[in-house]
């Protein structure tokens, strides 16, 4: 039996969220600079047979249920515009926390398209595969390969990988669930409306982490005030991070209830993970790298 192929499905992070407007259908018009961090779910394939997926790790449980998984849902979306497509059986390790703002579910539904793009002899770049990315979620695309770029429309402009330093951070996550739908309630913008934001700072070819770190400080998370209202966990999780030393900024990504701190250097954030971690037992904290 051949050893399969494997990838991983890093942590998607949001370091802006700016809300521009809604259009008339209901979608939100959204500009976000998006990295990836070095945590990561694990997926593997082991090629021919049926379809099937099997989900393990400590955060399987909160996965749902397998047959309704993104993994299937991304491999049968390009199965579908690709007849005769050589499956198999994936494996997903789930480290990631779900539903938490990171974009692990989409990150996995990439990874499958990675895998069987790499099995298929097809381009990750190839129509079939950007077309059954888009059709899985909004957030798949940008995980197909997965570098930091701006992310605008309704996720399905995708922008051409920016150059940045690496930022050192932590991940926590308190362990609420704040469903998307409610907190773009929250937000109360009516369709076709506009929110009159000023255009989205330029963060590529910032070379050294200070001045990156200073350029976010101009920016927002739109999402952050009505998440913070559905749960003000998230608020504690946010003041538990910046209240460590070393930390130069942070914000919720995505539509929480992750966090996520940015520290001076590697120490910095190591010893944030280990000082939250003991004093929030229950919280999901990792310290790592943003890229």
Not at 173 to 200: C, I, Q
Not at 235 to 263: D, H, K, N, W
Request: charged share 20%; aromatic share 4%; hydrophobic share 45%.
């Amino acid at each position: 039996m051949s050893p399969g192929l494997t990838t991983r499905a890093p942590a998607k992070v949001n370091l802006t969220l700016h809300v521009l407007g809604r259009r008339h259908d209901g979608y939100h018009v959204l500009e976000s600079l998006v990295v990836f961090a070095g945590v990561a779910d694990r997926l593997h394939l082991q090629p021919g047979g049926g379809l099937s997926l099997s989900v393990a790790g400590p955060k399987a449980a909160a996965a749902g249920p397998d047959d309704d998984n993104l993994v299937l849902r991304a491999a049968r979306a390009l199965a579908e515009r690709r007849p005769g497509l050589t499956l198999g059986a994936f494996t997903l390790t789930k480290n990631l926390p779900a539903a938490a703002g990171i974009g692990g579910g989409s990150s996995d539904a990439a990874g499958a398209l990675r895998l069987l793009a790499r099995l298929n002899g097809l381009a990750i770049d190839h129509p079939d595969v950007v077309a059954a990315a888009r059709a899985t979620g909004a957030d798949v695309p940008v995980c197909l390969d997965p570098r930091a770029r701006m992310m605008r429309g309704i996720g399905d402009e995708i922008g051409p990988p920016v150059p940045l330093p690496p930022l050192f951070a932590v991940l926590a996550n308190p362990g609420v669930a704040v469903p998307t739908p409610e907190v773009f309630r929250r937000l109360g913008l009516a369709k076709g409306g506009s929110t009159g934001s000023a255009a989205h700072p330029d963060a590529g070819g910032i070379a050294d982490a200070v001045r990156l770190v200073e350029t976010l400080g101009a920016t927002r998370n739109d999402l952050e005030p009505p998440a913070r209202a559905a749960a003000p966990e998230i608020g504690a999780a946010l003041g538990r991070l910046a209240e460590q030393p070393g930390c130069r900024l942070a914000r919720m990504s995505g539509s929480g209830a992750t966090v996520f701190g940015i520290y001076d250097d590697c120490r910095a954030a190591s010893r944030a993970a280990r000082v939250v971690s003991r004093a929030e037992p229950g919280w999901w904290v990792k310290a790592t790298v943003l890229r």
